[in-house]
């Protein structure tokens, strides 16, 4: 597994890992890598610094714990797949209308379902604070309403 900086089109930096140096370019290009703050999904590689490994027992302990974080890195991104597909399958997409429609049914003017959509962090902020709850999921979003 390798650790590389992103940035998406909004600047955010953050970090991912992939499986080696072909799947972190497949995936980007195919749009399947997400900005965890903003969501979009045009992300490139961004500039690293080279990591030089040291042949110590501590870098051979600190491999060993890199390997289960990786392991567990990989169970995640699998597990948030199955996620978003459970919520693609049950949920309705209401677009970018999910803020007007997540208030709609907290305040009891439209039916109690699930529905999935897009929010800037702003209308995230503001549904928080009016006590509507809400969940991110990280990962390609649809762009169809």
């Given amino acids: 597994m390798i650790l590389y900086d992103l940035v998406c089109q909004r600047e955010h930096r953050f970090e991912s890992w992939f499986r080696n140096s072909n799947v972190v370019e497949k995936l980007i290009k195919a749009g399947d890598v997400a900005c965890p703050s903003c969501g979009s999904t045009k992300v490139q590689k961004a500039p690293m610094a080279p990591r030089l ?25 699998v597990a948030l797949k199955e996620l978003r597909d459970v ?4 949920f309705e997409h209401v677009g970018d209308r999910f803020p007007n429609e997540a208030r709609k049914i907290h305040y009891g003017e439209a039916k109690a379902r699930g529905i999935y ?29």
């Fill in 53 to 77: 490994a040291k042949s110590d027992d501590a870098s051979l302990a600190a491999s060993a714990e890199q390997r289960e974080i990786e392991a567990a890195m990989e169970k995640a991104a």
């Fill in 87 to 90: 919520i693609e399958k049950n």
């Fill in 117 to 145: 959509g897009n929010a800037s962090m702003e209308d995230t902020k503001a549904l928080l604070d009016e006590g509507i709850e809400i969940q991110a999921i990280p990962g390609k979003r649809r762009t169809n309403a």
